[in-house]
């Protein structure tokens, strides 16, 4: 491994452990179909940290395309409309996405930095850094204002792949509460249904 690729683990690393030490005490919000969903108190935010759990009878390589397949991917993201590649360079990746929550809620959108990176015992590290102003904001759409998290794919030999996804976020805009809380709960969810329905097709 070269130089580069460690600073950029070690930074990894870093940057996983402070998403975790903003969001540190996680309760069981939901526990079905083999997926866990966790939830936890962000100090200073009223949106609740969202972290879920789940393994997929799958491997690495496939998990990796479908996530890679960025259009493609929309189609089992929550809520999302249209997702598109702004920039791909090495291991750094910008997508733009449309998100449709139900009405009164106006469509929002974000911009994330995808930062991916390997470990050594073979598991995939997927940061996700909202930049909201990387470029200027569409007609219609609210601007998401905080992005912060990762994806974690991990080998668990015979059983798959251990999934988890944990985001922490701001939505911007003004969203009622019981959408709010509903969204923490049925995003991580429905997005790692999604996914392990079609990895397991596959």
């Known amino acids: ?28 919000a939901k526990d079905e179909d083999g997926i866990k969903v966790y939830l936890s108190e ?51 990746s910008w997508t733009y996405t449309r998100f449709s929550p139900p009405w009164p809620v106006t469509a929002r959108d974000s911009i994330i930095h995808v930062t991916t990176t390997e470990e050594s015992d073979g598991s995939v590290l997927r940061k996700l850094e909202g930049l909201p102003t990387y470029q200027p904001e569409e ?27 944990q985001v922490t976020t701001e939505p911007g805009g003004s969203v009622p509460s019981w959408l709010a809380n509903s969204f923490v709960v049925d995003a991580p969810f429905n997005t790692l249904k999604g996914m392990k329905e079609r990895a397991e097709k596959k």
Not at 141 to 163: C, I, N, Q
Request: aromatic letters at 8%; glycine letters at 10%.
């Open 139 to 165: 007609k219609g759409y609210v601007r998401v204002t905080k992005v912060d998290g990762f994806w974690k794919l991990t080998p668990k030999g015979a059983d798959g792949v251990e999934v988890t996804y």
């Open 1 to 28: 491994m070269g130089l580069l690729s460690k600073v950029a683990g070690v930074c990894a690393v870093s940057l996983l452990a402070t998403a975790v030490a903003q969001a540190e005490d996680w309760k069981v």
């Open 42 to 92: 962000v100090p200073g935010s009223q949106y609740k940290a969202y972290r879920g759990v789940t393994t997929i009878k799958s491997d690495i390589a496939t998990l990796r395309k479908l996530q890679e397949d960025v259009s493609g991917s929309c189609k089992w993201i929550f809520q999302c409309s249209e997702q598109k590649l702004l920039k791909s360079e090495g291991a750094e």
